[in-house]
């Protein structure tokens, strides 16, 4: 099937992601609040806990929270739902011929999507405390965009891929994610994190994007250098996770 | 002489035994040495199978159940590949998917068929060109806007059929699916396959309907043990084939 073009693989793409839209919203019209709801929600539970109640030292925290939140919820969706997409195309991925990659594609865009949907809850949040959108989230959105895309296609990849051997990773994937959110700067600053566990945080490729999208959002910052480094790092981590699915997806069809 | 259009050469075609490992990572862990073992223990399904398939010709495969008919079929769909032995095919494939396949029970019929003509190689343009020729085809007028999880399981079958019906497929791969719908719609579907075979589109078909076999085939090949037991004549093969299965019940 290599003598398939451009434009068919663009078709291709667009359609699934109509198809997972279109799924998500036709039991309900309210599909776009009820999007809304989850990231809000610990949102306002975060808030309770540690600002009314510990009482963490971080100015205009709601508006913090989300500017994390959101972003942490493309990534976190897209990769929790990632060990089951593959089987839920098991009929497809046996009998047809198609570029495999393309399923988690449609599923991380789509959550993609939804991430920027939520855009505009955030520039309403930022009204309340008296902060504007500025004119370098027309270069920050797209770039960290960009980058957070790779980041989560490649775990997507890797995950769903190694799944299909090992059923049970599944139940790890949701530990990790746990583990992920404590070592991510999502509901604090790190700034707040000791100097000696600092490096350990940046370490990991999901604090560089929430950081970078939190100061875009919250203070109209974008630092090309940071930038550079951590799609560097998601790039590598993409290529990597590639890599290995293309190794395995010509035993997709018999573990199937 | 006519050209060819799949050739396969000497092929040999495993499965491994993934069991301990599709028990998951705890299991492969805690029988790792067993694991191990297992992991290069392989079922073997083909062995060396060599056969060669003219442009326009249509080959039914017969044999018992696990014999690796549709091994075979996935083979040329190029969605499996073989342990060892060259497999050459030329020209695009369209497999004509068990019932339903990627159909999402959600989408009414119309998206259906949008995303299943894309997701089998049609692009946009085409699937929005075809699409009233197919509604028409499938004969599901005035549910085509409900989510095809109201259809009944002929209906999605049917569209189904349609889908594939207008492709434009060079080799057709047929499963076992001939038998869809109600008897009108399975005289319909068999004249389409009719007019594919007129059309000079090669035809590889796997069934247990040995009469539709003979109907439709101009060869049949007896797959057994592996192998290739007997390649003709589909009345010939057909014949020697049911002589055996009687002789042992």
Known sequence: MKDRNFKYYLDLIS??????????????????????????????????????????????????????????????????????????????????????????ISSVLNDAVHFLLTIPVIIVFGFLFNKFPSPIWILGIPLW???????????????????????????????????????????????????????????????????????????????????????????????????????????????? | MKEKVIVFDKVVKSYPSYTYITGGIKNFLIHFNKSIENFKKRHVVLKEISFEISQGECVGFIGRNGVGKSTLL????????????????????????????????????????????????MTKEEAFAKISSIIEFSGIKDFIDQPIRTYSSGMVARLAFSVIA????????????????????????????????QKGITMVLVSHDLENIKKLCDRAIWLEDGKIKMDGNPEEVVEEYCKKIEGKV
């Open chain 1, 145 to 256: 965009f960009f980058a957070q895309f790779f980041l989560t296609y490649g775990s997507a990849l890797l995950i769903s891929s190694i799944n299909l051997f090992f059923r049970d990773l599944e139940r790890l994937v949701m530990v990790f994610l746990l583990i992920l959110f404590y070592v991510t700067p999502v509901f604090y600053d790190i700034t707040l994190v000791p100097e000696k566990y600092r490096k350990l945080i940046f370490l990991n490729p999901v604090s560089g994007i929430i950081m970078g999208w939190r100061d875009l959002f919250m203070k109209g910052a974008f630092d090309f250098k940071f930038y550079c480094l951590y799609l560097l790092y998601s790039f590598i981590l993409f290529l990597f996770s590639f890599y290995v699915f293309k190794r395995l997806s010509y035993k997709f069809a018999e573990v199937l």
């Open chain 1, 15 to 104: 359609v699934l992601v109509a198809k997972e839209l279109k799924v998500r919203y036709k039991n309900s019209y309210l599909g776009y609040l009820w999007s809304l709801l989850n990231p809000l929600a610990m949102a306002l539970i975060f808030y309770f806990a540690f600002k009314v109640i510990m009482r963490v030292p971080i100015e205009n925290y709601s508006f913090f929270l989300i500017t994390g939140l959101f972003p942490w919820q493309w990534f976190s969706n897209s990769v929790g739902s990632s060990p089951g997409i593959l089987l839920g195309n098991a009929s497809l991925i046996k009998k047809v011929n198609f570029p495999v990659y393309f399923i988690p």
């Open chain 2, 166 to 197: 207008h492709l434009d497929p060079d080799i057709l791969l047929i499963d076992e699916v001939l038998a869809v719908g109600d008897i009108e719609f399975q005289k319909k579907s068999f004249n389409k396959i009719l007019e594919f075979k």
């Open chain 2, 74 to 121: 996935s083979l040329i769909a190029g969605v499996l590949k073989p342990d060892s032995g060259k497999i050459f095919v030329k020209g695009k494939v369209s497999p004509l998917l068990e019932l339903g396949a990627g159909f999402h029970p959600d989408l009414t019929g119309r998206e259906n068929i949008i995303l299943n003509s894309i997701l089998l190689g």
